[in-house]
Each structure stands twice: as structure tokens, then as C-alpha cells.
């Protein structure tokens, strides 16, 4: 079946403008996250969508980033007023329900990210 | 507090020679679960093998095996009969169990190439 997929998977943006990151989740995945990845490091955690429940936004760098997932689906990343140190490889990831011990896995599946540099 | 420690540099493998990738980590909780992804250059980050804190046995899947040292918190990952196609920067990863959070702490990453 498909898998994770992203878009746009480059993008080259000015300091200041705004971008929008769009992550399809496999399907029947109700579980969504994006990481960030800035280059020689591991990911870091931004956000995280279960089904209708509220997003878990501690990861969030700043009230410059914010995200949504529509229709328990999509899910739309938007950084506005971007600045340099923004620059990264955002990934998205989703897999399904996990709580706690009851279904302990909850292995997340990547999609191939998209590598945002701001000039 | 890093909850996840890498901290082997780069390493040159001989094809068809095994492997240890070495990851320590850091909870207080007692249910949790560590993962292992691989990143080739590609980018995309792959799920290769799992194991939960309260898994008796070691894990294994194919040529991925796990050592297991709870007392150690360790997790280190082997590869045994290494293969051109492993070159690729490999992470180790931890969930938490406890208070329902579902996020991954990565560590930074070991990165291996196999040799001919």
C-alpha cells in the first residue's frame, strides 16, 4: 500500500515569507507527527495528532509554527514569517492508535520529508 | 536531559562482517519501548526493529538483532552479514509509555559504511 507522502519535497523560501508543509498519512493511520531535522542531527518532535483528540503542541519552536489535520487525515504544517534558522527537513510520520501498554508498538512510518531552506 | 546517547563516530564495516551500533538511554518510567530506524542518503527514515522494556527476550528481525540490557539501559543494535545496501545513518529511538505520550526521543545518530 502507499506509504507516508509529502510535498512539496523542496522548497526554497525568502526570510519573512510563509510556507505550508502538506503530509498525507498511510491509511487507517490515526496517529500523525512531524519531526524536524536540521542537518547532522537527529529529529526532533514538533507536534502530534490522535484522532479528535487535541494536539499535543509542546514541540512547537515557536508561535511562528503551527499545524492542523483535517478530517483526520491530511495534515498541513505552516511556518510563517520563516527565518533561517528554520532551515531543516521536516518529516511526517504516522502510525495507528497506540495507548499505552494495550497496543505497546506504535512503530511510526516516515514519509521522505521536505527540505526547507530559507535564504 | 538527553534522553537518548549515540556517541560512536562514523564506522567503516567490512562487507559481510557483522556490526554493533551502541545506544544508551535515559527514563524513569517503567514501560517504554526503543526502536531502531535507518537513514540512508535517500533521506527517508526506515523502521528496522523494536523492543519493549518489558520484552523478556532480545529482538530480532532477519539480519537486525537487538542486546537488550535493561539494568544497563542499553539497546544496541547488530547487523550481522553486512551488506553494501546498510550504509546509512542509523538511529536510535525511545517512546514513554507512561502519561500516553506517543512522541520518539532520537538520538543523534550513528553513521556506518560497508565496504567492498
Known amino acids: 500500500g502507499a506509504g507516508v507522502s509529502q510535498s512539496p519535497s523542496n522548497k526554497v523560501t525568502e526570510k519573512g515569507k510563509d510556507v505550508e508543509l502538506r503530509c498525507d498519512p498511510i491509511?487507517?493511520?490515526?496517529?500523525l507527527y512531524w519531526y524536524r531535522q536540521s542537518l547532522g542531527q537527529g529529529l526532533e518532535f514538533l507536534i502530534y495528532?490522535?484522532?479528535?483528540?487535541?494536539?499535543?503542541k509542546s514541540g512547537l519552536p515557536s508561535d511562528r509554527f503551527s499545524a492542523e489535520r483535517t478530517g483526520g487525515s491530511v495534515s498541513t504544517l505552516t511556518i510563517q514569517r520563516t527565518q533561517q534558522e528554520d532551515s531543516a527537513v521536516y518529516l511526517c510520520?504516522?502510525?495507528?492508535?497506540?495507548?499505552?501498554?494495550?497496543?505497546?508498538?506504535?512503530?511510526?512510518?516516515f514519509g521522505p520529508g521536505t527540505r526547507l531552506t530559507v535564504t | 536531559a538527553q534522553k537518548i546517547t549515540q556517541t560512536q563516530p562514523g564506522m567503516f564495516v567490512q562487507e559481510k562482517e557483522a556490526v554493533t551500533l551502541d545506544c544508551t538511554y535515559d527514563t524513569s518510567d517503567q514501560s517504554y519501548g526503543l526502536f531502531w530506524y535507518k537513514q540512508p542518503s535517500s533521506g527517508e527514515m526506515i523502521f528496522l526493529i523494536y523492543q519493549g522494556s518489558y520484552d523478556e527476550q532480545n529482538a530480532t528481525e532477519g539480519r537486525y538483532s537487538l542486546n537488550f540490557q535493561k539494568a544497563r539501559k542499553s539497546a544496541n543494535l547488530v547487523i550481522s552479514a553486512s551488506q553494501l545496501g546498510d550504509s546509512a545513518m542509523y538511529f536510535c529511538?525511545?517512546?514513554?509509555f507512561g502519561g500516553g505520550n506517543n512522541r520518539l526521543a532520537f538520538g543523534k545518530g550513528n553513521q556506518v559504511v560497508v565496504i567492498p
Open positions: 495528532f490522535q484522532g479528535n483528540s487535541a494536539p499535543d
Open positions: 491509511s487507517g493511520h490515526t496517529a
Open positions: 529511538a525511545m517512546r514513554e
Open positions: 510520520a504516522s502510525s495507528l492508535r497506540t495507548s499505552g501498554r494495550a497496543a505497546p508498538r506504535g512503530e511510526q512510518y
